[in-house]
């Protein structure tokens, strides 16, 4: 038996959620970060969305990963190619992003599929990106405005307090194809 020595009437009950359903999801740009693949021997853009429409999965939160350094060609062309997709949706040239942090607070169509051959059950996987009309909507911009300060408290509160907890996906392979 264990005591429970916290009260547990602040913390939300949180029984995780179901995938997305494949659609077109429009989200802002939340974080971004350059993480080593698990080989160690590339890296790759990892990219966190947080969903304001449609409104039943409203907060939600989707990633997306660009193997951008890779001893497979093949796979960083690839990868390089994703990151100028959303580059190009969020209303960027290509080459006026040098930094990952420029895209942060941009709104996106996102194009969401299910991965069913994830090694933990069904997965969400967003393959693709669309420049979307609703960026230039002030009442879009408060919403992604809104859920970035949200996700920046959550971020900042510590664990112990009920932050928010990042859970993206597992480890990108080290395959040859990042998809």
């Known amino acids: 038996m264990a005591k429970v020595d916290w009260n547990a009437g602040e913390y939300e009950a949180r029984s995780g959620f179901e995938v997305l359903p494949k659609g077109r999801y429009l989200a802002v740009v939340d974080y971004s970060e350059l993480k080593p693949t698990k080989r160690k021997d590339g890296k790759f853009f990892e990219f966190e969305f947080v969903v304001l429409k449609p409104d039943q999965f409203k907060n939600r939160r989707l990633w997306a990963r ?90 900042s509160k510590p664990a112990a307090s009920g932050g928010a907890k990042r859970t993206p996906p597992p480890p990108m392979d080290d395959d040859d194809i990042p998809f």
């Open 66 to 155: 660009f193997n951008v350094h890779n001893p497979s060609e093949q796979a960083q062309r690839i990868g390089r190619e994703q990151f100028n997709a959303l580059c190009e949706a969020c209303g960027l040239t290509k080459e006026a992003v040098d930094d990952t942090a420029k895209l942060n607070d941009k709104i996106v169509t996102l194009i969401v599929d299910i991965d069913k051959t994830g090694p933990s059950g069904d997965v969400n996987r967003v393959t693709g990106f669309l420049k979307s009309e609703a960026a230039a909507n002030p009442a879009a911009q408060k919403l992604a405005k809104d859920a970035r300060e949200q996700s920046a408290a959550e971020r």
